[in-house]
């Protein structure tokens, strides 16, 4: 008979009675983790001047390599130097404007304000007020005694 027709003649035993639901038994029970939900931008504690620094370099670099490697592709492909020229130039461009901006940009260590390059010892250097100054002899010559002799 076709399947899903419900039809039974009086005093048919139903054959489908004595087996067992092997699909709930075989299907694995599994549980499934939510994936949390992703922040937005404003939940971010990183100052804003760091982060338009740090997206101002993501855009220079990606530019760079966007650029480079079109410029590389149209001169080794198609032999185009005219627009394979300018986009790597317009690569070096970019990847010379990113490095510049990250070699001078004052990082923040994490330790609640400093920078990277500022230790903090400002006035290391400075002499102290109840000390004084002295004089450096410019005139001295760095081969002292026992250096080279002059008779030479």
């Given at each position: 008979?076709?399947?899903g027709n419900e ?11 004595d ?10 029970s599994v549980?499934i983790?939510e ?10 504690d ?7 620094k740090?997206?101002v370099?993501v ?9 480079g490697?079109l410029?590389?592709?149209?001169v080794i492909?198609?032999?185009?130097w005219?627009?394979?020229g ?10 010379t404007?990113g ?5 001078t940009?004052d ?7 400093e920078?990277a ?7 290391e250097d400075?002499p102290d007020d ?7 002899d410019?005139?001295a010559t760095v081969d002292?005694p026992?250096?080279?002799?002059d008779?030479d």
């Amino acid at each position: 008979m076709l399947e899903g027709n419900e039809e039974k003649g009086p005093g048919e035993p139903d054959p489908e009675a004595d087996l067992r639901d092997y699909e709930a038994e075989l299907t694995p029970s599994v549980r499934i983790p939510e994936a949390p939900s992703p922040s937005s931008p404003a939940d971010v504690d990183a100052p804003a001047e760091l982060q338009r620094k740090f997206w101002v370099l993501v855009l220079a670099f990606n530019g760079a390599l966007l650029a480079g490697s079109l410029g590389g592709l149209y001169v080794i492909f198609r032999n185009d130097w005219y627009l394979g020229g300018r986009l790597l130039a317009a690569g070096l461009v970019c990847f010379t404007y990113g490095a510049y901006r990250l070699r001078t940009w004052d990082m923040p260590t994490g330790d609640g304000g400093e920078t990277a390059t500022d230790s903090g010892d400002d006035d290391e250097d400075a002499p102290d007020d109840d000390t004084e100054e002295t004089e450096v002899d410019w005139t001295a010559t760095v081969d002292g005694p026992g250096g080279r002799d002059d008779n030479d």
